[in-house]
């Protein structure tokens, strides 16, 4: 059973028209959520980590928030360089590395248009 | 900044072949990883590396992958004979202390198999 889901997957905005993107997972005792960034061809990118229900992160106009069931990225007034796929990982359950073994959503993919 | 490094970026190989794939982690990390991402999926866990010594491995990393740390900075993945659906971008990542720490991951190399 897929333990992190993301939507939508995929969103066009225009630059300015802010919005937010979902991750939901279903692991138990969550112990930390990732949010990566990925352009094509390349590795993923640090962008924020959460640890409890509440937490929020801030960097430039993304702003991540993190309840019991899921998290979420908003995106303020974004501009075209914000296009990118948007990742969400949560260290999988029930493991001895269970702190490293990351089990990653499948993205959501933003283009921001002009 | 210190950043994750991964060479080649591109290696094409034949079915068959054996290859190596080379990253050099965050010079104080201690925890390294190998994900791979096949084409238009997520990005998946292969292998976490601690101690000198595989710590987790999924069901992918069977016999043909073997991962080393031949010297301090060098993280290698060696897949011994290739197969098609080997093809996918890889990519190491390190971390620098147990448990919810962040994975910093490469650039990637794509490695194709003919």
């Known amino acids: 059973e897929d333990q992190v889901t993301q939507s939508p997957e995929a969103l066009r905005l225009q630059e300015g028209e802010s919005s937010s993107l979902n991750c939901s997972y279903t692991?138990?005792?969550?112990?930390?959520l990732f949010w990566y960034r990925q352009d094509p061809g390349k590795g993923p990118e640090f962008l924020f980590t959460?640890?409890?229900a509440g937490e929020e992160k801030e960097k430039e106009r993304l702003k991540a928030t993190l309840t019991k069931k899921e998290s979420f990225l908003h995106i303020t007034a974004p501009k075209p360089e914000d296009s990118a796929t948007y990742l969400c990982?949560?260290?999988?359950?029930?493991?001895?590395?269970?702190?490293?073994?990351?089990?990653f959503g499948a993205g959501t993919q933003v283009v921001v248009t002009p | 900044e210190p950043e994750v490094t991964q060479t080649p970026s591109h290696q094409v190989t034949q079915m068959g072949q054996e290859v190596i794939l080379r990253c050099v982690p965050i010079?104080?990390?201690?925890?390294f990883y190998w994900y791979r991402q096949i084409l238009g999926q997520k990005v998946e866990f292969l292998v976490s590396?601690?101690?000198?010594?595989?710590?987790?491995k999924s069901e992918i990393f069977d016999d043909q992958f073997s991962v080393e740390r031949p010297d301090g900075s060098n993280f290698t993945l060696k897949i011994r004979s290739t197969k098609l659906e080997d093809s996918a971008m890889y990519f190491c990542?390190?971390?620098?202390?147990?448990?919810?720490?962040?994975?910093?991951f490469g650039p990637g190399t794509r490695l194709t198999v003919l």
């Open positions: 990542a390190s971390k620098f202390a147990g448990g919810p720490d962040t994975q910093y």
């Open positions: 692991v138990s005792g969550l112990r930390g």
């Open positions: 959460l640890y409890s």
């Open positions: 990982a949560v260290p999988q359950e029930g493991t001895t590395d269970s702190w490293g073994k990351l089990q």
């Open positions: 010079s104080n990390h201690l925890y």
């Open positions: 590396f601690y101690n000198n010594e595989i710590s987790e």
